[in-house]
Structure formats: structure tokens, C-alpha cells
């Protein structure tokens, strides 16, 4: 399919400014509603302390008997070593190890549906998307709110505080937009807000139906119209009518990203004006990368490229860009992301869902790339399961144990996913960091008989979703004893909401 020509490439007079102030950025809250620790109009932030039994405090060691301390939904001090007995009135006790948010770098909220029902028989990733397809053809902005607020949730309930939304549900089913253009990425925007999670909307640009094996362009299918503006011109019209303030925020909870789909789904001349949109508002931008080896087959017949090269031409890579999966990369591809300081998004679970592959962490690290993780497909949501098949994926691919230590997993999960979704002010216990906590109970049938000087390793390499008992977003709580506070019953507003997708 030949595509237009980008009518005037980025609106950079019209887009956001560059991003700045970051750290000043709000917690999440309900649209009308303050945060837990703000300030009612004129009044003084009210002071939140924690007294954490052990804390992860981020990129450095366990300490015991952490005072935390938060207003306004920041970070004011953190205080090691501080006995129960001397802990100011009020303060909230946090048995177990405290950790800061987890943030989901790659999801697509709705593929949640297709949870178990695509693990009976046999099939491909093609033969999955083929279901994924069919569960995208039926929402509407109303029933993807309940589905993503449901999936948020669920998300919240795991320990995460930020979701990197990979947005390509953009318009009524056979491409018509609604009366809002964005009104299915402003659904997911108020998923989150009411799930209390903070989200990166990735508005992503999507204008083919993929690539034949000898490299010709296919034309998109009838789902697939829901997904396209027609070109990266009229992409790049709709984003900036998303309204992003000059930090990139699109409510205190949300700000703007952009992401290209793919190689297969976007054309090389159509992915620089979404790079330059990037560029000139400081957005993250993200894309998925050779997630399979026909992907790699395609672009070379296609373009004489690999994937890689192809998105490096186009201005695709940096620091500010993240490429999800990156599973099947030549040297020089691993070197060209390393170099540019590329972050990569592993998928741990998606991939071995979809039978993508094991892609070369260890060698992307090694280049230079920062790494994250995101539950993508959502076959499970796990944050602390997808970063330890971080390491285990290495271990079965190299023979070698202990490539990525605990610290650096739950580096992937925290302080590296947020930055690589533009929260670069999030996932570190650190004054002026935003207040983040996430509570692991370590006397769980899982975690029983843990050591306070391996409590990292013991969660990392053997907690689960269902170990997180307390979640705080922005100095909010977010969920308590294991109940969300904002969405009571989380399995039953999954039910609801999936039912009518799925009959
Ligand atoms: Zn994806």
C-alpha cells in the first residue's frame, strides 16, 4: 500500500514545549478530587510518614527501619535506621521490605481479554494476533474505560504506580473517528486516574497492515482501520490535540508519549515526523522492535535493513526512546542501541507466551542500553515476574548464572521503567523523588524465612503479585492490606468488564 506523503511533517509550533520541571509534576489523583498529602486550596500539605521494616531505597542496599517521610506527593526525607520506639505519632508501620513503584513500560490493556483462552491448542504469535484482532473490533471508548480501569487495577493491586499505555485503538470500528479523535486514548487517561496509577499515554502511529515475506506493504485488514490516521501528518494533528501542557502533562496523572508501531506497521518516510514530535516536545517515544525473525525477513526484503537500522535512519533512537522486545538483533544492531543509549523493554512473559524468542539482554546491557520490563500482552501481570525472567531467560540461554543481580532487576522494574516513560522524578526512595511505595510482606507462604540481608534477592527471585499488600501513588494510597481502595472488587470488575468481549 502506498501511503501519502506527511502533509507538513511534526507541528512543532503547535506541539508542547520541551519538557521541564518535571519533578514539579503532580501525583495522580481522580479528576476534581485532591490526592491524599495535597493541600486543599490555600491550606499546608499534610505531612504522611512511614516506618518502613526494610526498604529498598533504589540503586543501592536494604536498610532497616527506614522513616520515610512525604508532602504535597514528594518525597521529603528518608531516614535509615531509626528504632520502632522513635518514630513520631501517627507514623504507619510497614512490615516487610518497601520498595518504590513499579512501573509497567509496555502495555495494551486490552489484550487482557484474551488471558487463557489463546493457551488452548497450538498456534503462532500470527495465529494470536488473529484473537487479539477480534477482541479489538468490539470496544467502544465506554467499554475500554471499564476494561483498562478493571486492568489498572489489577496492575495497582501488583505493585504498579505508572503504565506505559502502547495506544493504537484510536477510531470507531472501520477507521471512522469518533467525535473526540481522542476519545479512546482520553478513556484510558481516566482508567488511570480512577485505578490511581499514573500513565504514559504512547499515542502510536499505525498505517499498514504489515509487510509481505518479499517485503511489499499489506493492506490493512477491516480491524486494522480502527488503528490508522491515514498518515504521520494527520497522526501528529490528532496527538497535539491531546493538549499537552508544556511539561508534557496531559492531566497531573498523564502525560504525552508517542510510539511508531512497528517497521511493519509504519513505512520509513512516515517515522521521522513522529521522531520529531519527540524531539521537540522531549516525549518519550517507543516502538516495537524484531519481535520475530519474519519481522527481520520482511524489513530486509523490503527496505535492505534490519528493523534496527530502519528506526535509526529515521531518527528513531536515543535516550529518550525505548524499543520493546528487541528479541532478534544482529551485533551491529545491539550496537547501534547501546551506543545511542537506547533503553530496551523486555516482555519476558509475552515473549514466552508467543513463543517470540529469548532476545540478548546481557548484551544490550552490556552495550549500553538501559533495560525495563512491561507485562505487554498481559498473560500474567507480574512486574516482579517479568524482571527476574530478565535473568533466568539469560541463565537458560548462556549456561552462566548471575548475569543481573537483584538490584539490577529491580532497577528494570522502578527507577528505569519511569524514566524511560518520562517519570524520571519516580521510582527511587529519595528525597524530592515522587511518593511511591510498594509493600512485599515477607510472611507469605512464598516468601516465609526470608533474611533481612537477602530480602531483594528472596522477592525478586521468588515474590509474586499476590506478596504486595500496600501501594501508595503520589503519596496516595492506592491499596491497603491487599484491597484496592478506589476499585473495590478488582475480580469482579474484570469480569464485568471482559464478559461482553469475550461472548
Ligand atoms: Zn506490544
Known amino acids: 500500500m502506498t501511503s501519502p506523503e506527511p502533509a507538513a511533517g511534526p507541528k512543532a509550533a503547535a506541539g508542547p514545549k520541551a519538557a521541564a520541571g518535571l519533578r514539579a509534576a503532580g501525583p495522580p489523583e481522580a479528576a476534581g478530587r485532591p490526592a491524599a498529602g495535597r ?160 500513565i504514559t499515554l504512547l499515542d502510536t502511529c499505525y498505517l499498514t497492515g504489515g509487510l509481505a515475506p518479499d517485503g511489499t506493504a499489506v493492506p490493512l485488514s477491516p480491524v486494522q482501520r480502527r488503528f490508522t490516521d491515514g498518515d504521520a501528518g494527520r497522526w501528529a494533528d490528532r496527538v497535539t490535540a491531546l493538549g499537552p501542557d508544556e511539561h508534557g502533562l496531559l492531566a497531573p496523572h498523564a502525560r504525552a508519549g508517542v510510539a511508531i508501531h512497528s517497521v511493519r506497521a509504519v513505512p520509513p518516510d512516515q517515522m521521522h515526523p513522529v521522531a520529531e514530535w519527540s524531539h521537540h516536545s522531549g516525549a518519550p517515544l517507543h516502538a516495537h522492535l524484531s519481535e520475530q525473525p519474519a519481522e527481520n525477513e520482511a524489513c530486509l526484503a523490503a527496505y535492505g535493513a534490519t528493523p534496527t537500522r530502519v528506526l535509526d535512519a529515521a531518527g528513531a533512537l536515543g535516550p529518550r526512546s525505548t524499543m520493546v522486545h528487541a528479541t532478534h538483533l544482529t551485533r551491529h544492531d545491539i550496537e547501534l542501541l547501546g551506543g545511542s543509549r537506547t533503553c530496551v523493554c523486555l516482555c519476558p512473559t509475552t515473549e514466552a507466551f508467543l513463543a517470540d524468542g529469548i532476545g540478548p539482554a546481557g548484551a544490550l546491557a552490556a552495550a549500553g542500553s538501559p533495560l525495563t520490563v512491561g507485562s505487554d500482552s498481559h498473560a500474567v501481570i507480574d512486574l516482579l515476574d517479568e524482571a527476574r525472567r530478565v535473568e533466568l531467560d539469560e541463565r537458560l540461554a548462556s549456561g552462566r548464572r548471575g548475569r543481573f543481580g537483584a538490584a539490577a532487576l529491580a532497577e528494570a522494574a522502578t527507577v528505569a521503567g519511569h524514566t524511560c516513560l518520562g517519570w524520571p522524578q519516580a521510582g527511587e526512595i529519595v528525597p524530592g523523588a515522587l511518593a511511591d511505595l510498594v509493600t512485599v510482606r515477607l510472611d507469605t507462604p512464598r516468601l516465609a524465612g526470608a533474611a533481612a540481608g537477602t530480602a531483594l534477592e528472596s522477592v525478586i527471585f521468588a515474590g509474586t503479585a499476590a506478596d504486595v499488600t500496600d501501594v501508595v501513588a503520589g503519596g496516595r494510597d492506592v491499596v491497603r492490606h491487599g484491597r484496592h481502595l478506589l476499585v473495590p472488587d478488582v475480580s469482579a470488575a474484570l469480569t464485568q468488564a471482559l464478559g461482553p468481549l469475550l461472548a
Open 39 to 198: 493541600p486543599a486550596a490555600g491550606g499546608r500539605a499534610e505531612v504522611r510518614r512511614w516506618h518502613a521494616e526494610l526498604a529498598w531505597l533504589g540503586r543501592g542496599d536494604v536498610r532497616a527501619g527506614v522513616l520515610i517521610e512525604a508532602s504535597g506527593g514528594v518525597f521529603r526525607a528518608v531516614t535509615p535506621d531509626v528504632p520502632p520506639d522513635a518514630v513520631p505519632t501517627g507514623t504507619e508501620r510497614r512490615p516487610g521490605l518497601t520498595l518504590p513503584g513499579l512501573a509497567n513500560a509496555h502495555s495494551h490493556a486490552f489484550h487482557r481479554a484474551l488471558r487463557g483462552i489463546t493457551e488452548a491448542g497450538e498456534g503462532t504469535f500470527w495465529t494470536w494476533r488473529e484473537r487479539m484482532y477480534q477482541v479489538a473490533g468490539r470496544l467502544s471508548p465506554d467499554s475500554y474505560l471499564d476494561l483498562a480501569r478493571a486492568v489498572y487495577a489489577e496492575m495497582a493491586l501488583a505493585g504498579v504506580t505508572c503504565v506505559g499505555e502502547f495506544h493504537y485503538l484510536h477510531h470507531a470500528p472501520g477507521g471512522t473517528p469518533y467525535a473526540d479523535p481522542n476519545a479512546m486514548g482520553r478513556a484510558l487517561i481516566q482508567a488511570a486516574a480512577e485505578a490511581g496509577l499514573r
